[in-house]
């Protein structure tokens, strides 16, 4: 029996381009997935390798797959506990960690110098600054030489280090597996706040870090400023709106959300919370990697991935079960 091959994410023509190479070269490899059946996800239960970023229980424990390959960085749409139990191999790919961190760069920006408040001011005739000798509320505030916290110094944050350097800025990165000095990279998350003016969360969503930055921590910042490129959940979806709407923390720009629209049709605003009232809020739809080099890079790392599995067996890429990431 041939060994099956199940794409279930979206696939345009550098895809399927991408899989009749692979169809060429594995004549003992059966490739499906929406582009050849209408249902694909009744073949999970014949599969070895899939292609996706969420599966319930039910497809879990129903299949005998050898290997999950996620075709992005997050893994937390998976469900771990039947993963562990059948002893599932999970890989996943970060090629778009520097574009990830660009926004992240570019939507700190945007917040500390108050581009978008601005923007929507003057659509309206508002003006602020020199032109109209407005008082000092209206001077925007620089990145330059201030103390950021990168909390998860993984693909994301080691990239946003990098883009950082040239403001002059004093990095401190939380890391859970750094010891907990109060060094340049420590496993103190409270001490690295309350040193930093800029807050950047790119940590993965998983047991451990959902509510992270509860009430009590995000208190912590008074006066200053907070931006996610990492899962909504992550910070407590009411208390990062309170903790904003009484002007305890200066200023957020966030890019990962609560509540998603399940089709393209639908008008959704992101949280239960009107954070869209907000103007010291910077929203963005959860696109930090949603560029043609980002989606590409994602692309090929996941057919390095599979094709160094069907010529060696070798998983590289490979997801700690326990740890979920």
Request: proline share 4%.
């Amino acid at each position: 029996m041939k060994l099956l091959v199940l794409f279930l994410n979206k696939t345009n023509d550098k895809w399927l381009s991408k899989i009749e190479e692979l169809r060429n070269r594995y004549h003992t490899v059966r490739f499906e997935g929406y582009f050849s059946n209408p249902s694909p996800r009744m073949l999970i239960k014949d599969a070895d390798v899939v292609i996706t970023a969420r599966l319930s229980k039910e497809e879990i424990e129903s299949s005998n797959l050898k290997l999950i390959i996620v075709p992005m960085a997050g893994v937390n749409a998976l469900d771990w506990e039947s993963i562990r139990k059948k002893k599932i191999m999970v890989s996943n790919c970060h090629a778009n960690a520097p574009i990830v961190a660009e926004r992240a760069l570019a939507l700190a920006l945007a917040l500390l110098g108050r581009v978008v408040e601005f923007d929507q001011d003057l659509r309206y005739g508002l003006w602020h600054g020199y032109s109209v000798g407005s008082p000092e509320e209206d001077h925007w505030h620089s990145l330059r030489n201030r103390t950021v916290c990168i909390v998860g110094m993984g693909h994301i944050g080691e990239e946003l280090s990098k883009l950082l350097q040239p403001f002059g800025c004093q990095i401190i990165g939380v890391k859970k597996s750094a010891p907990k000095e109060h060094s340049k990279i420590t496993s103190d998350l409270d001490w690295a706040i309350q040193m930093s003016d800029v807050i950047f969360i790119t940590l993965p969503l998983t047991k451990e870090t959902k509510n992270l930055f509860d009430a009590k921590r995000l208190h912590m910042m008074k006066g200053k400023y907070l931006i996610n490129v990492s899962r909504g959940d992550i910070i407590d979806e009411k208390a990062l709106f309170e903790s904003l709407k009484n002007k305890i923390i200066a200023g957020a720009a966030i890019d990962t959300w609560y509540l998603y629209p399940k089709n393209n049709d639908e008008a959704l605003l992101p949280s239960r919370y009107p954070f869209n009232t907000l103007r010291n809020v910077v929203l963005s739809p959860h696109v930090g990697g949603y560029t043609e080099q980002g989606s590409d890079g994602l692309m090929n790392e996941t057919f390095i991935i599979l094709e160094t599995f069907l010529r060696t067996g070798e998983i590289i890429n490979l997801v700690d079960p326990e740890q979920e990431y």
